[in-house]
């Protein structure tokens, strides 16, 4: 039983590390952010993250869906997607304390990111990938209790779960890499653009450095 639970929280974690992030960007960079950028952000530090995701962190992060609450809008949102498996987690809450606290923390995690996304359908899969986690883990300790009789159907559906589980990874995986081909892209697009503008940069590095740069 203990090896079931911990395969159970460690895939969640596995699966939290291996969600799509894609962090937000704030147009219209100014000019002095630019250069402080460009001459002390080091390689491939072009964007600072704290500057390109803080508008969005704001607005997405909100108290209760980080660390350290946000309990009840996490139960909320599950129940939108599935309200069985909601239910399911309130049962846990009263039978195992500790375990819901568990797959909590970690599903809090998981849809944070999926928020972050402003995903609807990646939200959904998310809630739907915990709701399979759960439902695998069940039949996994009910096949281990069952007798000969009833393991070829608990096999036969936890086979089935697993394939969808299987599905859902992989579909989120394929996002993070198409975000992850859109970033690159992008700061491909950036490097070009700062070539470019190479001598205005370094001009007005210079008259940072100079004490010559102008000032209201």
Request: no cysteine; glycine share 10%.
């Amino acid at each position: 039983m203990k090896r079931m639970f911990a395969v159970f929280f460690g895939s969640l974690f596995v699966f939290a590390a291996a969600l799509p992030y894609a962090a937000a960007q704030d147009e219209g960079v100014d000019e002095e952010l630019e250069i402080e950028e460009v001459f002390e952000g080091g390689p491939g530090m072009m964007e600072r993250p704290q500057h390109r995701m803080k508008g969005k962190v704001r607005k997405d992060m909100r108290p209760g869906m980080g660390e350290g609450g946000g309990e009840e809008k996490g139960l909320a949102l599950i129940r939108q997607h599935d309200p069985v498996f909601h239910d399911k987690l309130l049962e846990l809450r009263e039978s195992a304390p500790v375990r819901y606290k568990v797959a909590m923390r970690m599903a809090g995690r998981m849809l944070m990111m999926a928020k972050m996304q402003q995903d609807p359908v990646l939200e959904k899969n998310v809630v739907r990938t915990l709701a399979l986690e759960h439902e695998t883990r069940e039949l996994g300790l009910a096949y281990e209790k069952a007798g000969d009789s009833g393991k070829a159907k608990l096999r036969a559906d936890l086979k089935k779960g697993l394939s969808e589980l299987f599905d859902l990874r992989l579909g989120n995986q394929e996002v993070r890499v198409k975000h992850m081909e859109k970033d690159l892209a992008r700061l491909k697009a950036q490097i070009e653009k700062r070539k470019a503008s190479k001598a205005r940069l370094v001009e007005g590095r210079l008259e940072q450095m100079t004490g010559e740069a102008e000032t209201w």
